[in-house]
Each structure stands twice: as structure tokens, then as C-alpha cells.
């Protein structure tokens, strides 16, 4: 199993532990690299949302959870990274969602594949591999 950052909706369903086939692919994750990893902008986005909906016990769970992940920063590479990205999709047609941006460049600079359930915001990438860990 390859080395990955988890995109925000992956977060998600890890957390819920519900999906079997992304309770699978969690497990295997963790019993050989002992962490996940996402990028500060799925902390961001996971944390405004807990907040929004005011749900203290999911936010003190992800607080957990964060404690225990390797939350990788928005470094100046990643933006340089992000911004090429979005000159590509506004070239090529396709959406350019700053956090999907921020989020596919930081895999690339981490040198991990990423891991998402949104497939077509990140097709479109050159370079970016990923993965849907809901996919048997």
C-alpha cells in the first residue's frame, strides 16, 4: 500500500467507519505506516464544518484524530504548486476549487498518492495519482 494523504471526504469516512471497504483499507493503512496524513486545508474544512453544525462530539473526536495524524502544512511550494494547477484547469476547462487544489498539490510535494471518493475533481491533474479506498 502505497503512501498517501487523505483528501477531506476520505476523512470523513474514516471517522464514520462505516463503509467497509474504507474501514478495510484504514485498517491496512494504519497496521503498516501507524498514521494518516492530510493536508491543513482538510483540517481547516473538517473543523468549520463540525463548527457550523455545532457538533461538539464529532469536533473533540477529529481533535483526536488530528492529534494522532501527521497533518502536513500549506507550504510555499504547495501554493506554487496549487496556482500552476489552476492556470492547467482554467486552460483546460475544468473546476478549480482552491482546497481540491491546495490538497492534490500537497500529495504531489509529500510524494503521496491521494486518497479520495471525488475522483473527477483530480482526474484532470498531470502528475497526481489517487485512489478511492470505497472501491473494493
Not at 501527521?70 to 482546497?99: C, K, M, Q
Request: glycine fraction near 6%.
Amino acid at each position: 500500500m502505497p503512501l498517501a494523504l487523505l483528501d477531506t471526504d476520505m476523512v470523513s469516512e474514516v471517522l464514520k467507519r462505516k463503509h467497509p471497504s474504507v474501514r478495510r483499507n484504514a485498517s491496512a493503512y494504519l497496521r503498516q505506516y501507524h498514521q494518516f496524513a492530510f493536508s491543513a486545508i482538510t483540517r481547516y474544512e473538517a473543523l468549520r464544518g463540525f463548527k457550523q453544525k455545532k457538533a461538539s462530539l464529532q469536533l473533540q473526536r477529529f481533535v483526536a484524530f488530528c492529534q494522532h495524524s501527521l497533518v502536513l502544512p500549506i507550504s510555499e511550494d504547495v501554493l506554487d504548486r496549487a496556482a500552476e494547477f489552476w492556470v492547467t484547469g482554467y486552460e483546460g476547462g475544468h473546476s478549480r476549487n482552491d482546497a481540491d487544489l491546495i490538497v492534490a498539490a500537497t500529495a504531489m510535494e509529500s510524494g503521496r498518492i491521494l486518497v479520495t471518493g471525488n475522483v473527477p475533481h483530480f482526474s484532470w491533474i498531470p502528475g497526481l495519482i489517487f485512489q478511492d479506498w470505497r472501491q473494493p
